[in-house]
């Protein structure tokens, strides 16, 4: 299925309820692996809304490694604050978050 087309007021609906959220995955030394892919996988068909936190210093090696888990998750990126993504993808079967 494809993803579904998020508003403004998705979008800032969404950033208020990840406020509060710790990150769920926080991404190692190895980088994206095929398990972090699959854990990753995992936790947004569950939750719908995830934080991932990536490791590094290097400002446009994280933004290119936020690129790569949000393209290979089929996600659409929230928000990018230092080193926390914000990831969502809408579970079709089974959605946890609805919008007005």
């Known amino acids: 299925m494809t993803q579904m087309k998020l508003t403004k007021e998705h979008i800032h609906s ?3 309820l990840a406020h509060s959220m710790k990150p769920v995955l926080i991404m190692g030394e190895k980088g994206v692996t095929e398990s972090f892919l699959a854990e990753a996988e995992r936790a947004i068909e569950y939750h719908e809304l ?4 990536i490791a590094g210093d290097d ?6 490694i936020a690129a790569q888990i949000t393209e290979a998750l089929g996600a659409t990126m929230i928000q990018h604050i230092g080193n926390v993504i914000t990831l969502f993808k809408r579970n079709h079967e089974e959605p946890k978050i609805f919008f007005k």
Not at 59 to 64: E, L, Q
């Open 14 to 16: 969404l950033k208020g």
């Open 50 to 53: 995830i934080k991932i936190r």
């Open 59 to 64: 400002r446009d090696a994280k933004k290119a």
